[in-house]
């Protein structure tokens, strides 16, 4: 279904064109043309988001940085791109009352089908480049590995991350080591709904998850001592 969504949206984009919703057709308002700019052109802000997700895993197997910077510097430029980047989103979903858990839920969902709407991208371009029209494109079914071997990945991201600092110390890659950490631990939390949703699992109780979070950490400190003694 959400394949479907964003085959439509491609469809807009091919059919209508971007000249139909800049300065073609008729709009009763500019927001209503601007929506319709969106419709034809959102699913675009896909690439980057996927790349959100490979980032810690190039990153943690690598053990190269997507970009070599100071911590302080980093937060200094992140931090404001970030607060105006979410505001506009705390701010409509407060004066509408949405739930914040559902905002929540909305961002995972997004994230984890980033690759869908980039599939659908590119399967609507080859139908064109293969003069099909677009009456079959209800047949196309998105894979779905695509989804598990990210998630996977970020777990050999973190693996990958305590293999690098162990060859290059701690006190050389303890940065290095924290955002890789942090991005991959991100990253699965944004792909965990589709995933259990996909295999049919359920979130355990609190009490486990306090359990497993106690745990993990306490792996990590006890490697994190061996490898930099």
Known sequence: QVLRWHQGA???????????????????TVFHRIYAFDQATYYLQAI????????????????????????????????????????PTVISGSWRGVDAHRLTRDEQVWLSTTYVQIYAFLSMMWQQLRCRGGDNAWAVKAPVWPLFAVFLGEFVAIGGAMFWVSQEGYSNWSANLISVIVSASLAIHALWPMVSLQMGWELPSLYY???GAWLVVGVFIVLIYYIST
Do not use: D, H, S
């Open 10 to 28: 491609v469809q807009l984009l091919f059919f209508k064109g971007i000249t139909f919703t800049c300065w073609g057709g008729r709009f009763p």
């Open 209 to 211: 998850m306090k359990l």
């Open 48 to 87: 980057p988001g996927y790349m959100l997700l490979l980032m810690p895993i190039i990153y943690g197997i690598a053990g190269e940085p997507p970009f070599n910077t100071q911590v302080g510097e980093f937060f200094l430029f992140f931090t404001p791109f970030i607060v105006t980047a979410m505001l």
